[in-house]
């Protein structure tokens, strides 16, 4: 299994793909409009920004769990996934 597509980033949507980038799959986090995914790819920057400041996580983890995860309204990048949540 090496790609996962999380339908919807809200809250339960941006954890889930945060547990698999974290275990070095490729996420695909796809909602419906470019605006709901800006704004809560900024929300997962600043969780992770705080587990930085906290210690829990270093610069390098929180940059290697951005890099396995791609944003978008694209609903055919599902079409290749080994696991669709939703």
Not at 25 to 38: G, H, M, P, Q, T
Not at 55 to 61: N, P, R, S
Request: charged share 30%.
């Amino acid at each position: 299994m090496k790609k996962i597509v999380v339908i919807g980033s809200g809250t339960m949507g941006l954890d889930i793909a945060q547990v698999f980038a974290k275990k070095s799959f490729d996420v695909v986090v796809r909602d419906i409009s470019d605006e709901i995914l800006k704004a809560n790819e900024a929300r997962l920057n600043k969780s992770l920004d705080k587990l930085v400041a906290k210690g829990k996580m270093d610069e390098a983890k929180k940059a290697d769990i951005l890099a396995h995860i791609t944003f978008t309204t694209d609903l055919n990048q599902a079409a290749d996934a080994d696991l669709v949540i939703e």
